[in-house]
């Protein structure tokens, strides 16, 4: 019986723990990035699509090209390191990735290149605020959410 409970301690153990994942990172937009062949999305933010055009200054430009553009900048070819809490629908990892210190998941939202994705966490609506006040980024012109753009196209 004592093995039997030590035995089923551990499985749960191993069970709830996040899964991790530690490389340089190949950017496919602003909120997805493959580590080796796992497909990782950055948990809580949302970034605007590859092909959505935005407005600044009055002048149409590629806002999700800007977002994964400045996100590969950050990381800088450095490894980095994320950690899962589950999978979404599509069977990519949920997770928050750090450079270092640096959350990059609240660095793009405070940034402004990309936005909170209110409809799953609050987490970053602070950072979304700041960004917003700021006049940086997106917030620096005029867009449509990433996720009404998805609905629209």
Request: one cysteine or more; charged letters at 30%; hydrophobic letters at 35%.
């Amino acid at each position: 019986m004592k093995k039997l409970i030590i035995f089923l301690s551990i499985f749960f153990f191993h069970s709830i723990q996040a899964d991790e994942f530690i490389g340089i990172p190949k950017i496919i937009d602003g909120d997805t990035i493959y580590i080796y062949s796992i497909k990782i999305r950055l948990k809580d933010i949302d970034a605007p699509e590859m092909k959505q055009k935005c407005k600044r200054n009055k002048v149409d430009y590629f806002c999700g090209v800007e977002s994964k553009n400045q996100l590969k900048k950050k990381i800088d070819k450095s490894k980095i390191k994320c950690i899962s809490s589950g999978k979404d629908r599509y069977n990519r990892y949920l997770a928050t990735c750090f450079r270092g210190n640096i959350n990059l998941n609240k660095w793009m939202v405070k940034n402004g290149f990309a936005v909170a994705y209110r409809r799953y966490s609050k987490s970053y609506v602070a950072d979304e605020n700041f960004a917003k006040d700021n006049n940086l980024g997106l917030w620096a012109g005029s867009f449509i959410s990433p996720e009404k753009w998805r609905k629209l196209n």
